[in-house]
């Protein structure tokens, strides 16, 4: 599993998406945000490195 940073482009939330596929091609996805409680653009600032649990 990936971590993405995103951040809203309506209300600038940043978040961590975690998905299974490399996203770092796209540039925005369109994706609910329960801040601005819709679907709304979002930027894709990057992957976020995990840190190792074991």
Do not use: A, Q
């Not at 801040?35 to 190792?52: A, P, R, Y």
């Amino acid at each position: 599993m990936t971590s993405w940073k995103l951040r809203c482009t309506d209300c600038g939330t940043e978040w961590i998406l975690k998905v299974s596929y490399d996203i770092s091609d796209l540039k925005r996805i369109y994706h609910y945000c329960p801040v601005c409680k819709k679907n709304t653009f979002h930027e894709v600032l990057g992957k976020v490195e995990e840190k190792d649990t074991s």
